[in-house]
């Protein structure tokens, strides 16, 4: 059984160039696949290794000052390491972006970035999370992923914006502004896009603002199916994953076709479409061929 790693940090990284270099390297000798993109702002990145490899890449990585606090969130990958395709590492200008200022959206150009480092939600541990839930807390949950990620499982009292690109998140908080004077937590799969969002929120004037430490990949592991429901999706091969014994995995997704139980994905055949949605078995035998609606199955025609 391979094992997958999940990780990213904050912190000024003074030539991206040189330290991918490094990260490659280092990816490369312990035989390991993955992604990882390296920015001025920071790193994040997912990989794929057999137990030792990543043992001791996070050990490497541990004896950097820059990285040495990095949370490091650990899963069952597949049996043969196949989780990715190949091993990419890759400069960015970001390691997350919420593409402010980009003038393909309507905000303008003058909105800045958010600096985790200077401004960000309050990190709310797992525990007490399960403690908010426990006491019965009034607090609303905003899912900071990508719609399709939401259909195989989510939080209990999840509030969704109905994001279909993270980028969105600047046009969607309009969608969410009578949070402003409640208890937020922002919640997405290790952490890393709610640094930026749950600071974006900060920005905007909510008053009580956290974000779940370790993301929600952390909060299963401790809490396997309990407050999240179903199965998270991932981007890699396993599209989804969770730590409760198979006998007990409950599942929510749905196919879209035909409303089946059913959390395995698929793309849209047409690729002028290409949506990510759930497919049952009996619709579509092969991953391949499903459209995901009656118009797609048209233009495939
Ligand atoms: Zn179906
Ligand atoms: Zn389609």
Redesign the pocket.
Known sequence: MYKVILFYKYTRIKDPAKEMLRQKSAAEVLGMRGRMIVAEEGVNGTFEGTLDAVTKYMEWMKADPRFSDIHWKVSNGTEDGTAFPKLSVKVRKEIVSLHLGDPSTSLGTSERDIDPNKITGKHLKPKDLRSWYEEGKEFYIVDMRNDYELESGKFEKTIFPGMENFRDLREKVGEIVHLKDKTVLTVCTGGVRCEKASGLLVREGFSDVHQLDGGIVSYMEQYPGQDFKGSLYVFDKRLTMHFEDPENHTIIGTCKLCGTTSERYVN?A?LG?H?HFICCNTCSPKNEDA???ES?AQVGK
Do not use: P, Q, V, Y
């Open positions: 849209c047409n479409c949506l459209f995901c609606s797609c």
